[in-house]
């Protein structure tokens, strides 16, 4: 019987990392300044931005690129020859059925099993529900190579927790879980992590610990946003403030400071379907999860609603309305449009027979054209709309100000905020 390979020393480490988005690349960018690396993505246009030291989701400045001298990029899984540490941040999304769509992390592991030799380890960082590592990636690397899981290949798993668009929590200042599939490997997984990020590391006990640790964490964000936008919805019809409601509630020490809003993205809205579709599988069905799920899918017709309510109270006739959307991004200060619910806002305000223009200065235009056919607007005309709705609290929206973003609209025109990014009283409806 074949002895059990031992793992690579992290001096030994050789590090492919596979999928280049906003997870991957700050990952590669800070491995690739310790340890030798592969950035490797399917995407040949990406790798070809990336090695021109250009990142289109910002996340990652050209300085910081030039400074990881020992990554590199490619497109050509024969680049992953040699490599003894495999981490996987693709995509997890869900399908039309809201299920998980595992396609992009089995197409990946089937690129690290053709890969991988005695003694690799393969790491995977994509959000996923607890099992899906070693239920279903690990036994498609142990086909693909041929080779025995815990004796000749090790696993582990540590979830991703990047904050896109946010300047202060970046990968290195972010504690980070990790585990492993044997104690050696966990040891192996943390104190790689361990030399890159600065705020440390947590060892978790298992793989589906760490699993589950990341998909609650998104989970427990979107309930409490739900319950927030019901709250929202209720405070509405009693003709209550709701920020005024929530500033009051906030003086208690123990109210969590959540606000209401769209909820989008890849991770808030999506990976709660994660841990549904584990519980439906084992019988149990989620009802508190999924009712979240309901309410903030709602929020962007909830909002359109709104707006076309305060349109008709001026007589305005919605037919020939002009309607201008400030924000297309899932969040502010990104161009990331994943899973946007602003969408929605624009999809019910059509159904009022408006014309709705977006702008939005974050977004690239073919991005925005190809994902949703909306044509984003380059600059806004002044004195042309019947209703304005600020979206997304873009930095440069703010910078606006109320009075020069109702300069866009006709007198008397409509002005919703729908991020409450402006002061109330200069703002006709907001969330
Ligand atoms: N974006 C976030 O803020 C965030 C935060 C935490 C966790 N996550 C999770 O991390 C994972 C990755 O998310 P992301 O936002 O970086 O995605 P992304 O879409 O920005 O990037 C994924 C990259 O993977 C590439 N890819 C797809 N299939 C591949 C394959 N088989 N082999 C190699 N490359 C492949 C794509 O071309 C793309 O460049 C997801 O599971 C997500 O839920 C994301």
Same mark, same amino acid.
């Given at each position: 019987?074949?002895?059990?390979?031992?793992?690579?020393?992290?001096?030994?480490?050789?590090?492919?990392?596979?999928?280049?988005?906003?997870v991957?690349?700050?990952?590669?960018?800070?491995?690739?300044?310790?340890?030798?690396?592969?950035?490797?993505?399917?995407?040949?246009?990406?790798?070809?931005?990336?090695?021109?030291?250009?990142?289109?989701?910002?996340?990652?400045?050209a300085?910081?690129?030039?400074?990881?001298?020992?990554?590199?990029?490619?497109?050509?899984?024969?680049?992953?020859?040699g490599?003894?540490?495999?981490?996987?941040?693709?995509p997890?999304?869900?399908?039309?059925?809201?299920?998980p769509?595992?396609?992009?992390?089995?197409?990946?592991?089937?690129?690290v099993?053709?890969?991988?030799?005695?003694?690799?380890?393969?790491?995977?960082?994509?959000?996923?529900?607890?099992?899906?590592?070693e239920?279903i990636?690990?036994?498609?690397?142990?086909?693909?190579?041929?080779?025995?899981?815990?004796?000749?290949?090790?696993?582990?798993?540590?979830?991703e #927790? +990047? $904050?896109? =668009?946010?300047?202060? /929590?970046?990968?290195e200042?972010?504690? &980070?879980?990790?585990s492993?599939?044997t104690?050696?490997?966990?040891?192996?997984?943390?104190?790689?992590?361990?030399?890159?990020?600065?705020?440390?590391?947590?060892?978790?006990?298992?793989?589906?610990?760490?699993?589950?640790?990341?998909?609650?964490?998104?989970?427990?964000?979107?309930?409490?946003?739900?319950?927030?936008?019901?709250l929202?919805?209720?405070?509405?019809?009693?003709?209550?403030?709701?920020?005024?409601?929530?500033?009051?509630?906030?003086?208690?020490w123990?109210f969590?400071?959540?606000?209401?809003?769209?909820?989008?993205?890849?991770?808030?809205?999506?990976?709660?379907?994660?841990?549904?579709?584990?519980?439906?599988?084992i019988?149990?069905h989620?009802?508190?999860?999924?009712?979240g799920? #309901? +309410? $903030?899918? =709602?929020m962007?017709? /909830?909002?359109?609603?709104?707006?076309? &309510?305060?349109?008709?109270?001026?007589?305005?006739?919605?037919?020939?309305?002009?309607?201008?959307?400030?924000?297309l991004?899932?969040?502010?200060?990104?161009?990331?449009?994943r899973?946007?619910?602003?969408?929605?806002?624009?999809?019910?305000?059509?159904?009022?027979?408006?014309?709705?223009?977006?702008?939005?200065?974050w977004?690239?235009?073919?991005?925005?054209?190809?994902?949703?056919?909306?044509?984003?607007?380059?600059?806004?005309?002044?004195?042309?709309y019947?209703?304005?709705?600020?979206?997304?609290?873009?930095g440069?929206?703010?910078?606006?100000?109320?009075?020069?973003?109702?300069?866009?609209?006709?007198?008397?025109?409509?002005?919703?905020?729908?991020?409450?990014?402006?002061?109330?009283a200069?703002?006709?409806?907001?969330?």
């Open positions: 019987m074949a002895s059990n390979a031992p793992l690579a020393t992290l001096d030994q480490a050789r590090i492919a990392i596979l999928g280049l988005g906003y991957g690349l700050p990952l590669a960018a800070a491995f690739g300044k310790r340890f030798p690396t592969v950035g490797f993505d399917i995407d040949a246009a990406r790798v070809s931005e990336l090695k021109s030291h250009h990142d289109h989701t910002r996340e990652v400045t300085d910081n690129l030039r400074e990881a001298k020992l990554l590199e990029f490619s497109s050509d899984p024969a680049a992953l020859a490599c003894n540490v495999f981490i996987v941040t693709v997890t999304p869900i399908d039309e059925y809201k299920r769509d595992l396609h992009p992390l089995e197409s990946a592991s089937r690129t099993g053709r890969a991988i030799g005695r003694g690799g380890i393969v790491v995977y960082e994509s959000t996923v529900y607890p099992g899906a590592t239920e990636c690990v036994p498609i690397v142990e086909r693909e190579s041929g080779l025995v899981f815990n004796r000749d290949f090790y696993a582990g798993y540590s979830p #927790r +990047i $904050n896109p =668009g946010d300047p202060k /929590h970046r990968l200042t972010i504690m &980070k879980v990790t492993g599939s104690p050696e490997a966990a040891e192996f997984v943390d104190g790689l992590y361990g030399s890159i990020i600065t705020a440390g590391t947590h060892k978790a006990s298992s793989i589906r610990v760490a699993e589950a640790a990341k998909v609650i964490e998104n989970i427990q964000r979107d309930v409490n946003i739900a319950l927030i936008n019901e929202a919805l209720i405070f509405h019809r009693l003709g209550i403030d709701t920020h005024e409601v929530l500033e009051a509630a906030g003086t208690k123990n969590l400071p959540f606000r209401p809003g769209l909820v989008g993205g890849h991770c808030i809205g999506v990976d709660p379907y994660y841990l549904t579709h584990k519980a439906q599988q019988g149990y989620p009802d508190m999860i999924l009712a799920r #309901r +309410i $903030n899918d =709602g962007g017709s /909830h909002v359109a609603r709104r707006v076309v &309510k305060l349109m008709r109270q001026r007589n305005q006739d919605m037919t020939r309305a002009r309607i201008l959307i400030l924000g991004a899932f969040k502010e200060n990104c161009p990331d449009l899973n946007t619910k602003v969408v929605d806002i624009i999809r019910e305000l059509h159904c009022y027979n408006a014309k709705v223009d977006v702008h939005d200065p977004v690239n235009v073919e991005h925005a054209r190809a994902e949703y056919g909306v044509d984003l607007i380059a600059e806004p005309a002044t004195g042309q019947d209703a304005v709705v600020l979206a997304v609290a873009h440069e929206f703010v910078a606006m100000g109320a009075d020069r973003i109702r300069s866009l609209g006709t007198p008397g025109a409509v002005l919703f905020d729908v991020k409450r990014a402006l002061p109330r200069s703002v006709d409806g907001c969330l």
